[in-house]
């Protein structure tokens, strides 16, 4: 019998090895793909390429798909910041046509994630008709903590028609049904095509522009963001999907809040499956030393001028997690 949900991926080059260890990682979850295929959506990917994936990792229950290149393509007028994030984001925006119908369910996974436990109940929540269901953005915890960021993540939130942090979420992690997306994210794309002037996280900012007022609030533990783990509650919490956000990524950085914790996994990776080593570009030390500096950098300032704020976030979010009725 055809399964009911799926669970999405769009990767370009630079984010397929990262892509390929969720994938992998699903696959130790029987339950999980008794339920749901895994669908790997590609973006400028040679056909050279898409046969040495389909080579190395043939019998997996995984399935690699092209988009189309006229899908992605952006026209000159549209501010996107290359360096912000990858094209292959925005894919996502593109890909209503091209799910099959056959899927009902949909669970849609950013590359730059770990899975620590069982995400199972993710995987069979049936987000209702014309709603998504996504994991609060952690900046609701910076309203009132002081600095300069709140200010400007207020005015950028208002151009948006969102009126409280708590209405903004991450798009890393986000659930619906194949019919929902179909129209809401052509509406999305749209958006942000002719307002990329106030979507300061491109896809992110047009999709919470979309569906404000239609979403299912997720608990953070199946998206727990940097911004989250960086208070070091992951002991009482305990996440089931991490996320990586930020540059300093941990397949390539030893930066907190990861501290390397999952370097070796990575690496090890790249020995079971070498064809994953030929897809991006290493790093030079100088250039992670500069995005380690960065980060070491606002940390310090941060505790030099607001030290209260850990701790307050911590109790905003341990407040939040024992108050809040969570689809999910």
Known sequence: ???RNAIIFTTDAGFMMPTMSVALQLLTQPEVIARADILIYLVDITASQKQRLDESFAGLPLTFIDIPADLIALPDSVRFNRTHVPRSTLARLSLGALIPRDYVHILYLDGDIQV???????V????AEGSIAAVNEAVWMYEGDGGKYWPMMKAYLAGLGIGSPRDYFNAGVLA???STWEQASAEALDFFLHRSDICLFHDQSALNA???GRREILSPVYNYSSGYADLGLDGKLAPRLVHFTGAAKPWFSRCRPWNGRFLPHYANLIRRYPVLATFAAARTPAQIASIEREVATRRRRMMLT??????LRRRKLLRYMATEAFAC
Do not use: Y
């Open 124 to 127: 069979t929540h049936e987000v």
């Open 1 to 3: 019998m055809t399964k």
């Open 116 to 122: 620590l436990g069982d995400i199972l109940p993710l």
């Open 176 to 178: 619906f049904r194949r």
């Open 210 to 212: 979309i569906f404000n």
């Open 306 to 311: 607001t030290p209260w704020r850990p701790a």
